[in-house]
């Protein structure tokens, strides 16, 4: 009974690498390229005014300029 149980596993397992761990690494490589056409860091903006330099996506534009913060952009 052991045998048969460890025979059909076995079956099941050759199975499952042959049909479905193919596809499995299709969608790793399909990940990894995604992952590599991501930007590895962020980019930093210095400030018109005060020359701190600030990420570009918590700076403040204004007049197509960078700014650290509001009270440096003369906003309220």
Request: proline share 1%; charged share 30%.
């Amino acid at each position: 009974m052991l045998i048969k149980f460890l025979a059909l596993a076995a079956i099941f397992f050759l199975i499952y690498i042959t049909f479905f761990k193919d596809s499995n690494k299709e969608v790793q490589s399909q990940r990894k390229q995604n992952k590599k056409s991501e930007p590895k860091g962020d980019v930093m903006m210095e400030c018109e005014k005060c020359g701190t330099f600030v990420s570009e996506d918590e700076a403040i534009i204004k007049d197509a300029k960078f700014y650290c913060s509001k009270k440096c952009a003369g906003l309220k």
